[in-house]
T-cell receptor
Framework: DADVTQTPRNRITKTGKRIMLECSQT?????MYWYRQDPGLGLRLIYY???????NKGEISDGYSVSRQAQAKFSLSLESAIPNQTALYFC????????????????FGEGSRLTVL | GDSVTQMEGPVTLSEEAFLTINCTYT??????LFWYVQYPGEGLQLLLK?????DKGSNKGFEATYRKETTSFHLEKGSVQVSDSAVYFC??????????????FGKGTKLSVKP
């Protein structure tokens, strides 16, 4: 089984619908992230969490919300989906504690492809 | 703020050709630098990293040297294989304000290797 698991892997929805993407990890890492990948734009950070009680906005948080239900679970919600939120979404984890300069690596899930019609 | 600029693709090479993917960065302080690779249908995975100036990261025949004087971290491989076909991302750690420790990614360079 994958260390970082995302569900669903693919989802097609309509404008205005609420969507939740879920991420769970078995690596025991404190830090979790949600990124969005668009062709020609690379990866952009949506939200990140250093522990269960810590949630931070990333570069492009508007239109998104997150919930850190447990150390192992971090979900991303689109309250009212719109077509320009069509993208590939990645969850990632890392094992560094808060305040430590990141010299380590991120571990990514396989991605959730979302299409908003 | 901090940023990463990498050469635009796609890059198409024949098997056994030499590969260079350019990456330059802008950052305050002394970031760590990374190359990630994304194979078709998969998430990103770390390819190599360097944490201080003049360090050379290497893995799977790929190399990159942290050049502080030119703010560069170019990826090289002497002889590419079809299995190297993927998207390559240069990244750095941000030492800026509240996002300290988060990775900032370049836009990615797609590599296709033909037999």
């Amino acid at each position: 089984d994958a260390d970082v698991t995302q569900t669903p892997r693919n989802r097609i929805t309509k404008t205005g619908k609420r969507i939740m993407l879920e991420c769970s990890q078995t690596k025991g890492h404190d830090r979790m992230y949600w990124y969005r990948q668009d062709p020609g734009l690379g990866l952009r950070l949506i939200y990140y969490s250093f522990d269960v009680k810590d949630i931070n906005k990333g570069e492009i948080s508007d239109g998104y919300s997150v919930s850190r239900q447990a150390q192992a679970k971090f979900s991303l919600s689109l309250e009212s989906a719109i077509p320009n939120q069509t993208a590939l979404y990645f969850c990632a984890t890392s094992d560094l504690g808060q305040g430590v300069i990141n010299t380590g690596e991120l571990f990514f899930g396989e991605g959730s492809r979302l299409t908003v019609l | 703020g901090d940023s990463v600029t990498q050469m635009e693709g796609p890059v198409t090479l024949s098997e056994e050709a030499f590969l260079t993917i350019n990456c330059t960065y802008t950052a305050t302080g002394y970031p760590s630098l990374f190359w990630y690779v994304q194979y078709p249908g998969e998430g990103l995975q770390l390819l190599l990293k360097a944490t201080k100036a003049d360090d050379k990261g290497s893995n799977k025949g790929f190399e990159a040297t942290y050049r502080k004087e030119t703010t560069s971290f170019h990826l090289e491989k002497g002889s590419v294989q079809v299995s190297d076909s993927a998207v390559y991302f240069c990244a750095l750690t941000s030492n800026y304000g509240g996002s300290q420790g988060n990775l900032i990614f370049g836009k990615g360079t797609k590599l296709s290797v033909k037999p």
